[in-house]
């Protein structure tokens, strides 16, 4: 039985930030996968996250999205998680 659910975020962002918020994504945890659209909504670059990703393994990651960063002026940045659920089967609330 799956007790996570996956919930989705969308940032659009110049194409000089987008590495500065991964990063910060990434310290915050819980991403299973980072998707970066072009400004016409094609994906450009898809990194599917393990929870064990960290320090150098991340650099070649970051350098990838740089580079598709670079080739757009603006995009949108896809960030999926995991959420744990609550007992009843409902993801839990940020209450």
Same mark, same amino acid.
């Not at 659910?5 to 918020?21: H, M, N, Y």
């Not at 960063?69 to 009843?88: K, N, Q, Y």
């Given at each position: 039985?799956?007790?996570?659910?996956?919930?989705?975020?969308?940032? +659009?962002?110049?194409?000089?930030?987008?590495?500065? &918020? *991964? &990063?910060? @994504? @990434?310290?915050?945890?819980? /991403?299973?996968?980072? /998707? /970066? &659209?072009?400004?016409?909504?094609? +994906?450009? @670059?898809?990194?599917?996250? +393990?929870?064990? @990703?960290?320090? $150098?393994? /991340?650099? %070649?990651?970051? $350098?990838?999205?740089?580079? !598709?960063?670079?080739? !757009? +002026?603006?995009?949108?940045?896809? *960030?999926?998680?995991?959420? %744990?659920? $609550?007992?009843?089967?409902? %993801?839990?609330?940020?209450?």
């Amino acid at each position: 039985m799956n007790d996570q659910s996956r919930r989705s975020q969308e940032f +659009t962002l110049d194409g000089d930030q987008v590495v500065a &918020k *991964v &990063k910060e @994504l @990434l310290h915050e945890g819980n /991403i299973r996968r980072i /998707i /970066i &659209k072009n400004e016409e909504g094609r +994906t450009m @670059l898809e990194v599917p996250l +393990t929870i064990g @990703l960290i320090g $150098a393994a /991340i650099l %070649p990651v970051l $350098a990838a999205i740089g580079a !598709a960063a670079a080739i !757009a +002026t603006r995009c949108t940045l896809v *960030v999926e998680r995991d959420e %744990p659920s $609550a007992p009843g089967g409902e %993801p839990a609330s940020d209450a």
